[in-house]
């Protein structure tokens, strides 16, 4: 048995009521993280990681709204609520206020870093003034003491003359660094876990790379627990431990990151890895995801991935899969929502191939990639 989980999340729902629909945008997911590990959560554009990781401190801006599900963090309860008969939604007791969560969880328990450093820096102030208010409205030190912290976790970010460039304005900053003054931001308060939304994907490669490996460094130094947003699955083998990949609202597959890699359970996420650069391939050789993920407006019915799978047959357009346990890994289960594994009785063996779209593009595609490996591309 593992320990308890610093984050569960069970059965999270989350949508937005707009003019065309329900979007569920989260729809039913589950899954945690325990102390000082990194858990990635990646997929397509849309496929619901923001909405979810803002979900966690009920961040979700207007007109989304956490419908169901429960949150609980360190024991307490961040959210806890359930749908009842008529579509409503009732909180239970004992649930913190959303005034408790933005006070006593957000910065010193769980911190948020972003995309954009922008949006969290203000232009008109200097890195360093910005970073010594944090750390004194966050921290119990003033003045001197405040900026020499403020300096040193500069230093520990990786930002060179630390002192010297405390006194410049965020414009002054290079995008790297920038995101790096974040990830001294997030890590001033000593929070347990921060939340990573795309942190490197504006970045070029090389500079994304420093980062990782900086946030590698500094996870096993804190013994701080991620969650790693990304629709990148070279970043997860870089540093996750545990991945969970989201296909329309829902996890389709979790596990440690070596499985998920090796011993792949869902055909969403191997169609996710053929697309990715590797090394041992040439540009010629990637396969893309077949069509473009629908909307969370109108999802479709059973698999919600079946459109677009190789491997659909008709049961997947009927049944819809919840994540099952396939295997275990060092006490961590390793969950896929697709019916090919034995776990599932729905009889995918006997029921017809669905000789859909995704299907004859996957043939043609397949065909095209060998005629240019087989023409002898070089680069
Ligand atoms: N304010 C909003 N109003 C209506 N729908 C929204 C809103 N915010 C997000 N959505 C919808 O919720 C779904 C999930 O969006 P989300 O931003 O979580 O995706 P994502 O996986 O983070 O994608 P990306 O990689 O592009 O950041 C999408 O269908 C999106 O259109
Ligand atoms: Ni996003």
């Excluded at 003045?143 to 520990?156: F, H, N, T, V």
């Excluded at 000789?355 to 990639?369: M, P, T, Y």
Aim: glycine content about 8%; proline content about 6%.
């Amino acid at each position: 048995m593992r320990d308890k989980p610093l984050l569960r999340v069970e059965n999270l729902k989350t949508q937005f009521v707009t003019e065309n629909g329900t979007v569920r945008a989260v729809d039913g997911i589950s899954f945690e993280v325990y102390e000082g590990e990194i858990v990635g959560i990646v997929g397509e554009s849309g496929a619901g990681k923001s909405v979810a990781s803002m979900s966690l401190l009920r961040l979700v801006d207007n007109p989304g709204e956490i419908v169901a599900g429960e949150i609980t963090y360190k024991g307490r309860t961040i959210f806890a609520a359930e749908e009842t008969e008529d579509g409503d939604r009732r909180l239970q007791d004992g649930v913190l206020s959303a005034e408790t969560v933005r006070q006593e969880i957000r910065g010193n328990e769980i911190a948020v870093i972003f995309q954009d450093p922008m949006e969290s820096l203000n232009p008109v102030f200097t890195i360093g003034g910005q970073l010594r208010e944090f750390i004194e409205l966050n921290r119990d030190l003033t003045g001197d003491e405040a900026r020499k912290e403020a300096i040193d976790m500069l230093r520990e970010v990786g930002i060179p003359d630390a002192e010297a460039r405390y006194d410049e304005y965020p414009h002054q900053f290079s995008g790297g660094m920038r995101q790096r003054v974040l990830i001294a931001m997030a890590l001033a308060c000593q929070p347990s876990l921060i939340i990573a939304d795309e942190p490197t994907t504006a970045l070029d490669v090389t500079v994304e790379g420093q980062i990782l490996d900086l946030v590698d460094e500094l996870q096993r130094k804190y013994g701080t627990s991620f969650i790693w947003v990304t629709h990148d699955m070279g970043v997860v083998a870089e540093i996750c431990d545990r991945v969970n990949v989201m296909y329309l609202g829902e996890i389709v597959e979790q596990a440690p990151v070596d499985e998920l890699f090796y011993e792949t359970g869902h055909p969403y996420t191997k169609a996710l890895l053929d697309s990715m650069p590797r090394p041992d391939r040439t540009v010629t050789d990637l396969d893309p995801i077949r069509g473009v993920m629908p909307e969370a407006i109108d999802p479709p019915p059973g698999c919600r991935f079946h459109p677009r799978c190789p491997d659909a047959r008709e049961v997947c357009r009927q049944v819809h899969p919840e994540p099952a346990e396939i295997d275990r890994v060092d006490g961590f289960s390793h969950r896929s929502a697709c019916f090919k594994r034995d776990v599932f009785d729905v009889g995918y063996d006997e029921s017809p191939p669905l000789d859909n779209l995704a299907r004859g593009e996957s043939e043609r595609g397949q065909e095209a990639s060998e005629v240019a490996s087989g023409g002898g591309a070089s680069e």
